[in-house]
T-cell receptor
């Protein structure tokens, strides 16, 4: 069965510093991978997605992610975080029946 | 494009009453809609999948008589929480899949906060 692991429950980063959120997936075939962001009390906003092609994917808000098949990973990065990046981040993989399987999420806190 | 709305955004109801939540795709036809439940500080838990014109498919452990889902048109799905109790208090999020787009891509609504007193 498909699954997603986000090893980091909570990350604190200083404003202006770089950010990397880890995501590992378990899937037999070529995965469809997503990163979503959720602000408190809000729905999910798609940051970026990977279906095929270039393994380095650019998203919105200055985020990027790299698909590494050998490591079953799809880590999210941002070179310089802003206070507005404080939120919950979810990695997800598309499953056989067109559903999404989400990781547990990583809470990002940005300190001034 | 690909906007999904939910109504209401928050609702408070008394124990024993029923509450209906609407999910609409505003600028595309949603062949499939999904309903999720999210507890505080937790991930999204898929409750059910609904396809237009057919019965919803519920995930294991989700009471279908408790959470009634109707997907009567390609732009509207509703979730009715029947005989609500305080333990049903949660954040409910819907998403929709565009039948003409990438099959795994889902567009999410802003969520509905349900509080049962």
């Amino acid at each position: 069965a498909q699954s997603v692991t986000q090893p980091d429950i909570h990350i604190t980063v200083s404003e202006g510093a770089s950010l990397e959120l880890r995501c590992n997936y378990s899937y037999g075939a070529t995965p469809y991978l997503f990163w979503y962001v959720q602000s408190p009390g809000q729905g999910l906003q798609l940051l970026l997605k990977y279906f095929s092609g270039d393994t380095l994917v650019q998203g919105i808000k200055g985020f990027e992610a790299e698909f590494k098949r050998s490591q079953s990973s799809f880590n999210l990065r941002k070179p310089s975080v802003h206070w507005s990046d404080a939120a919950e981040y979810f990695c997800a993989v598309g499953t056989n029946d067109y559903k999404l399987s989400f990781g547990a999420g990583t809470t990002v806190t940005v300190r001034a | 494009g690909a906007v999904v709305s939910q109504h209401p955004s928050w609702v408070i109801c008394k124990s024993g009453t029923s509450v209906k939540i609407e999910c609409r795709s505003l600028d595309f036809q949603a062949t499939t809609m999904f309903w999720y439940r999210q507890f505080p500080k937790q991930s999204l838990m898929l409750m059910a999948t609904s396809n237009e014109g057919s019965k919803a498919t519920y995930e294991q452990g989700v009471e279908k008589d408790k959470f009634l889902i109707n997907h009567a048109s390609l732009t509207l799905s509703t979730l009715t929480v029947t005989s609500a109790h305080p333990e049903d208090s949660s954040f409910y999020i819907c998403s929709a899949r565009d039948g003409t787009g990438v099959i795994y891509e889902q567009y999410f609504g802003p969520g509905t906060r349900l509080t049962v007193t």
